[in-house]
């Protein structure tokens, strides 16, 4: 059964939510939410999650599952957020747990930061099949961006993560702690190995200059004409371009906030003894 897909795409990340349900009135999964944050003034508002939910309510919606690809850096979850206005289960794969231990170190967070994915209600492991109402979800992992990303595939759509940008963007970035090259290259291949037609769901698009946001292609289309992963590039082509290009890359502008609250599912940190939330910044180390 394909899904139906409703798709929210935040201009301020760049970042692209779906809502996958079966039916009006079914089932749904929401993937790769948005949490709304001002740097400069260090406040956060919900009005992209809002939306979401404001479409699930309308359509009738009970939400199964509120899924994250990876634990992103370019963006803060509305995970918590959404499960605590409307429901659902926060999963992820099971290698955050690799994550979580690089960024407690870097981050230096509180001693009872635990390191075993216990702030997320499900771990996935490879292929590992779950339900969305009458739909079948199946878990491909697929790392290289980060070690615990994940793409889910519905009937004929595929929600790809930060794997794939859209042809003419290319792919992702490969330079944050636990990336590879290598491995993000063989990670394509697998979604590149499906049947030519089918659909292809980014969780990002940065348009070239004259084009408007788009995140759906399909699987011939990237084989035909992506900038780095074309059919006929070699894996040490792909990596000694991805390699070269990461070099000149700047930091994402969020990543200090966004992991910080990711790897805890969407959860703030601890509040300090005088009842604040802070982020840390880590000074000469990312």
């Known amino acids: ?43 956060t508002s919900t009005h992209s999650a809002d939306a979401v939910i404001a479409f699930m309510g309308k359509n009738e919606l009970t939400l199964d599952w509120i899924l994250e690809t990876h634990a ?25 747990q690799k994550v979580q231990a690089v960024f407690k170190k870097i981050f230096n967070l509180e001693h009872g930061f635990a390191l075993d994915g216990s702030q997320f209600d ?25 070690p615990a990303d994940l793409a889910y595939q519905f009937g004929n759509a595929v929600f790809v993560g930060d794997t794939l940008f859209m042809p003419d963007v290319g792919t992702a970035r490969c330079d944050f702690p636990g990336g590879d090259a290598h491995h993000l290259y063989q990670s394509i291949q697998k979604i590149l190995s499906l ?7 980014m969780c990002h698009d940065y348009p070239p200059a004259g084009r408007d946001p788009v995140w ?12 780095h992963v074309h ?9 000694e371009m991805r390699s070269a290009r ?3 890359l ?13 790897i805890r599912a969407g959860h703030m940190p601890p509040p300090e003894d005088d009842g604040h939330v802070y982020f840390k910044i880590p000074i000469n180390v990312l």
Do not use: W
Request: proline fraction near 5%.
């Open 72 to 96: 992103h850096a370019d963006h803060l979850s509305a995970a918590s957020y959404i499960k605590d206005q409307f429901g659902g289960r926060i999963a992820i794969g099971e290698h955050i």
């Open 1 to 43: 059964m394909n899904p139906l897909i409703e798709s929210f795409f935040d201009p301020d990340t760049f970042t692209v939510t779906y809502v996958v349900y079966d039916e009006v009135g079914g089932h749904a999964a929401v993937i790769d939410s948005v949490l709304n944050f001002n740097p400069k003034s260090g406040r």
């Open 122 to 146: 499900d771990l996935f492991t490879d292929q590992e099949t779950f339900n969305v109402g009458k739909l079948i979800g199946c878990v491909m992992n697929v790392p290289g961006h980060t």
């Open 231 to 239: 059919d006929g590039v070699s894996e040490n082509d792909f990596v």
């Open 216 to 227: 759906q292609t399909t699987v011939a289309e990237q084989l035909e004409s992506n900038i």
């Open 195 to 201: 049947p030519a037609d089918t659909k292809l769901y």
């Open 246 to 248: 990461d070099e000149t």
């Open 250 to 262: 700047d930091m994402p502008m969020l990543i200090i906030p966004s992991i910080q609250l990711n």
